[in-house]
């Protein structure tokens, strides 16, 4: 699995970066990831009673949908704010600043353990995956969501296709893994296997980002989004103008019946649980 070649320098720019932006992220990547919450609970068996984890909680949606199903949840993140934002967001939890990559919980503590587009913000995720696979208890199940990969017909091949097309990809930020390693089934299954979990199952969640106008979909990258934004500020004025117009002539592609354009983001969710210990 890829890792950052500068992991103090990625952590910081992510870490700080969803401090500033996690307001922006509810009003707008909120509705879109909302769309992935029942297949990820339902991929990790959650129900009532069971313990369990919410890695990268971020506004705490995951969380908050765990306890409505009436299970004993923990939540975590590595930035205040977005800590004080769930906080706010969902009461009963109890959450806290931490790191995904070095949890801060014993062995097999937990039944259930979720992170919803989270290891795509981490400099080592095989790390961070071989963390949730430890505080899993035998028979646990973890599940992870990512984005899949961009292509032609969704809105992530719109937004990069521009900038490769009509900006530049390399800006100067501090290097990351690639942020869809795990965005092909196969590649999902291989590092779901290689943290150790067994009964793999990787799955297509199909979802669609309602905006009211085709432009607004960049705009919600500007506002809910931390390396895509910096990617965008980056480039020059008049780039930044023509990727603006290409990707909104590409999402105008996409417009209901009611006028608003319904664009393609499709995630993918990965689960697998834990084996019970080997007898002697």
């Known amino acids: 699995m890829e890792r950052s070649q500068e992991p103090e320098a990625f952590t910081t720019f992510e870490r700080r970066g969803w401090g500033r932006q996690i307001d922006g992220y509810q009003r707008t990547f909120a509705r879109l990831t909302a769309q992935t919450v029942p297949a990820m609970l339902d991929a990790a068996r959650v129900s009532r009673g069971c313990r369990v984890l919410d890695v990268c909680t971020g506004h705490g ?40 990559q070095a949890l801060p919980y014993p062995d097999a503590s937990f039944e259930a353990v979720l992170c ?64 869809f390693q795990f965005s092909e089934p196969a590649r999902m299954r291989a590092a779901l296997s290689a943290a150790g979990l067994v009964d793999v199952e990787v799955a297509s969640v199909s979802q669609a980002w309602r905006f009211e106008a085709p432009g ?35 999402a105008a592609r996409f417009a209901g019946a009611d006028g608003a354009c319904y664009l393609p983001m499709p995630g993918l969710v990965g689960s697998g649980a834990k084996p019970a210990p080997r007898r002697p």
């Open 61 to 100: 949606v995951l969380a908050d949908a765990a306890l409505a199903r009436k299970a004993v949840v923990s939540g975590l993140d590595f930035a205040e704010e977005v800590v004080a934002t769930a906080t706010r967001n969902v009461p009963g939890v109890a959450f806290r600043r931490g790191d995904a």
């Open 116 to 179: 919803g587009y989270g290891l795509i913000h981490l400099s080592d995720p095989g790390a961070a995956l071989a963390e949730m696979t430890r505080v899993l208890a035998p028979g646990g199940r973890l599940a992870v969501s990512v984005w899949e990969r961009p292509g032609p017909d969704n809105g992530f091949g719109l937004l990069y296709g521009a900038v490769r097309e009509h900006g530049r990809l390399d800006v100067g930020l501090p290097h990351g893994p690639d942020f």
């Open 216 to 250: 607004d979909f960049v705009e919600a990258m500007l506002t809910g989004a931390v390396r895509a934004k910096a990617l965008l500020e980056a480039q020059d004025p008049r780039a930044l103008a023509t990727i603006r117009d290409v990707v909104a002539r590409g």
